[in-house]
């Protein structure tokens, strides 16, 4: 079993800044790809981006592009998402996931977070 667990959200100011992190327990990230997803009130859950833990090979929608970058840390096992550039449509649930295979469907990832809440206020 893996336990994921989020951190980082918080309230922000429009074209503030935040970095979410994703801490695993139970084992390493090991050859998982780790995805990024969020969901607002009302909306459906959301892929927003993902990275491949043993090749660092990274993957963005577009309209997240250029403002959020996905990254690893081996030593911490921790996968973080830097938001910048943030607007109120970035406001949501943000939730990691992690997948065996590389996938921007919420259903090809086996394991969740809880999840934490970014709000971006205009």
């Known amino acids: 079993q893996v336990q994921l667990v989020e951190s980082g959200g918080e309230l922000v100011q429009d074209g503030g800044s935040l970095r979410l992190s994703c801490a695993a327990s139970g084992r390493t990230f090991s050859s998982y790809i780790i995805g990024w997803f969020r969901q607002a009130p009302g909306k459906e859950r959301e892929f927003v981006a993902s990275?491949?833990?043993?090749?660092?090979?990274?993957y963005y929608i577009d309209i997240v592009k250029g403002r959020f970058t996905i990254s690893r840390n081996y030593a911490k096992n921790t996968v973080y998402l830097q938001m910048n550039s943030l607007k109120p449509e970035d406001t949501a649930l943000y939730y990691c996931?992690?997948?065996?295979?590389?996938?921007?469907?919420?259903?090809?990832?086996?394991?969740w977070g809880q999840g934490t809440q970014v709000t971006v206020s205009s």
């Open positions: 996931a992690i997948a065996t295979a590389w996938s921007t469907r919420s259903s090809g990832y086996k394991y």
């Open positions: 990275i491949n833990w043993a090749s660092g090979n990274k």
